[in-house]
């Protein structure tokens, strides 16, 4: 039978002015540089701070670890949040954090670094959870688009804090080249402000109510905007999301991700210098590449939805070029600066899809929170073991055949679960 209170049908969102829909734009990327960028800094100047602070390598490999475990672990505790302050809410908490925990890692000793990268890691985990959300919120109808720029913004945002640390910190040291991200930060509040008054005032001169609470308590993350469906209709599996065999599916097509990016970024440079014997700026070119060539693949998941309608040509195509890494370091590593390219390719197309798959797997906005919560809380707990598994391989056998295997697994995984996962059609709102 049906319910007495049939649930309402979701509301068109306003349409926002040029202006409007330009910040909210703006707003995305300068909140994909806030979740990446401080993350990337600290790795350049890794030998400074633990010299200066006096703690083993171990100790500061703990600062680079603990944001991948908040990413994963803290996930549930970032959707409680988002859902007790309100989506947009979340988003500048996110922003306030990072600003926090940026200024709090360069203020003191070792236990001020750690303080501040625990809360860099939750504060980032409430925005990996609330962006996608506001993206299928804010675009509904460009959710494959604004995922690619939000995704290619943190991979630019990386190479660039990669870069340009070091370069600071030469000339005034490591704490202020860590504090001067924090400037980020700063420019991107009142952008956030002035892109929910453009979205407040479209709605007010369309006379749309404002969101009203979820049914979980959400204020501004109820079904006000609807998410991008499946094209087949009946699609959406009517179950809690939790219940759902291809939200956990794509939790460990995300795993598979995850791991790889992690493992691949955390021992490549060293790959590079052993098989190779390159210097060690030659083999951090590898990161480099790597980083940059992920636009080409965020981009190209929204060319390849838009042209075929097929989420899962998008996953293949992604993990061939996940796979062209580990087989191509085998068979011809001096060529490295081609795998690495591929595979970075691959690795922004990946998150992509996945994040794109998950959106298209819900059917408003609440739904969109709680399956990116499970999708990326448990697909970022798998990721965080990527470097310790693959340099176990390489301990354990002394080599580096057995790390590209593990590597080339985890492609695998990407594979076996992404394809059932992701949607076998896909079309954005309209």
């Known amino acids: 039978m049906p319910p007495d209170h049939p649930r309402p049908a979701p509301r068109t969102p306003a349409r926002p002015t040029p202006r409007a829909a330009w910040l909210a734009v703006t707003a995305v990327v300068l909140v994909a540089l806030n979740v990446r960028g401080p993350l990337a800094a600290l790795p350049p100047v890794a ?3 633990g010299a200066d602070l006096a ?28 859902a007790r302050w309100g989506l947009r809410n979340a988003v500048l ?17 070792y236990g001020a670094a750690v303080a501040g990268t625990l809360v860099l890691g939750l504060a980032i985990t409430v925005g990996n959870i609330a962006m996608p959300v506001l993206v299928a919120e804010d675009f509904p109808a460009a959710v494959g688009l604004l995922t690619a720029v939000y995704t290619a913004a943190f991979d630019i945002g990386s190479t660039a804090t990669t870069a340009l640390t070091p370069l600071v910190a030469a000339g005034a040291g490591w704490r202020p080249a860590l504090a001067a991200w924090g400037l980020v930060a700063v420019v991107t509040v ?61 939790a460990l097509a995300f795993g598979g991700q995850s791991f790889s990016y992690y493992g691949t970024t955390a021992w490549l440079p060293e790959l590079l210098a052993d098989q190779l014997g390159v210097s060690a700026s030659a083999a951090g070119a590898s990161a480099a590449v790597f980083q940059v060539a992920a636009v080409a693949g965020a981009f190209g998941v929204p060319l390849v939805l838009r042209t075929t309608g097929r989420p ?26 081609v795998w690495s390219a591929v595979a970075g390719a691959a690795q922004g197309g990946g998150i992509t899809v996945v994040l794109v798959s998950a959106v298209a797997r819900s059917t408003g906005s609440a739904e969109v929170r709680r399956t990116g919560t499970l999708v990326q809380g448990a697909g970022y707990a798998l990721g965080a073991s990527g470097p310790f598994v693959v340099g176990a ?14 590597l080339l697994g985890a492609v695998g995984v990407l594979l076996l679960a992404g394809t059932p996962g992701v949607p076998r059609r896909y079309a954005p709102a309209r």
Do not use: K
């Open 47 to 49: 030998g400074e701070v």
């Open 55 to 82: 703690v083993t390598a171990g100790a500061i490999g703990l600062l680079t670890t603990l944001p991948v475990l908040c990413f994963g672990l803290a996930s549930p505790l970032a959707s409680a949040l988002i």
């Open 93 to 109: 908490g996110c922003v306030l954090g990072v600003l926090a925990g940026t200024l709090l890692r360069s203020a003191g000793g």
């Open 190 to 250: 009142p952008v956030l402000l002035l892109a929910r008054r453009g979205r407040a005032r479209a709605a007010a001169a369309r006379a749309v109510p404002p969101p009203e609470t979820g049914e979980d308590g959400v204020a501004g993350v109820a079904d006000a905007a609807p998410a991008p469906a499946l094209a087949r209709a009946g699609a959406v599996d009517p179950r809690p999301v939790h219940r759902r065999p291809a939200t956990w599916l794509l």
């Open 312 to 337: 899962r040509v998008a996953l293949w195509l992604v993990c061939a070029g996940w796979a062209v890494l580990p087989l191509g370091l085998l068979a011809a590593p001096e060529l490295w600066w």
């Open 393 to 406: 391989a390489h301990d354990a056998t002394g080599g580096w055949t057995a790390p590209l295997a593990v």
